[in-house]
T-cell receptor, first 110, second 116 residues
């Protein structure tokens, strides 16, 4: 199959670190993307991993391991505004189609 | 630069009716993709248009159709509405290079469709 699996919800306090995992069952893709969506808002692009390893963008980092069919998004120094849903997505070889995971809701509490 | 604009934001229809949703992409973007978002299923890909041609299609019935105009604006149509079509419909635009790597999708705020 070509599904992407993400756990559903996590609650954490301000200042904490949260890791959101994404496992997938496809090999033919260009890279792994992450999107953030606040309640009632549009998904916005966060990060992209074309190659294995860690990509860091401020408080957010994303990791990909193609050999393990696994990636994660790391949210550091959590802030209240980070309360949102986070989606991983892959773009298959040969087309422009993005396949999204079902998302992981992060709730940040004071 | 203006973002992706979707109209209307909210829509209420009854079963059996049809509906047309509109999407204006970011200026210069030639690719427009449509997604259906529901609480249980996440974002499901409907189709993608590039230069007025449907380039990719998801696994939705033929009741779901779309088109793209020469100015890259796109419309999505759903005929014979069913209760299960209630969802947030998101449109995303991108530069749309044909193959390869990163192609960031810029999403609109969506049209929330309720079918009664």
């Amino acid at each position: 199959g070509q599904s992407l699996e993400q756990p559903s919800e996590v609650t954490a306090v301000e200042g904490a670190i949260v890791q959101i995992n994404c496992t997938y069952q496809t090999s033919g893709f260009y890279g792994l993307s992450w999107y953030q969506q606040h309640d009632g808002g549009a998904p916005t692009f966060l990060s992209y991993n074309a190659l294995d390893g860690l990509e860091e963008t401020g408080r957010f980092s994303s990791f990909l391991s193609r050999s393990d069919s696994y990636g994660y998004l790391l949210l550091q120094e959590l802030q209240m505004k980070d309360s949102a849903s986070y989606f991983c997505a892959v773009k298959y070889y040969g087309n422009n189609r993005l396949a999204f995971g079902k998302g992981n809701q992060v709730v940040v509490i004071p | 630069k203006a973002g992706v604009t979707q109209t209307p934001r909210y829509l209420i229809k009854t079963r059996g009716q049809q509906v047309t949703l509109s999407c204006s992409p970011i200026s210069g973007h030639r690719s427009v993709s449509w997604y259906q978002q529901t609480p249980g299923q996440g974002l499901q890909f409907l189709f993608e248009y590039f230069s007025e041609t449907q380039r990719n299609k998801g696994n939705f019935p033929g009741r779901f159709s779309g088109r793209q105009f020469s100015n890259s604006r796109s419309e999505m149509n759903v005929s014979t509405l069913e209760l299960g079509d209630s969802a947030l419909y998101l449109c995303a635009s991108s530069h749309g290079q044909a193959t390869g790597g990163l192609s960031i999708q810029y999403f609109g705020a969506g049209t929330r469709l309720s079918v009664l």
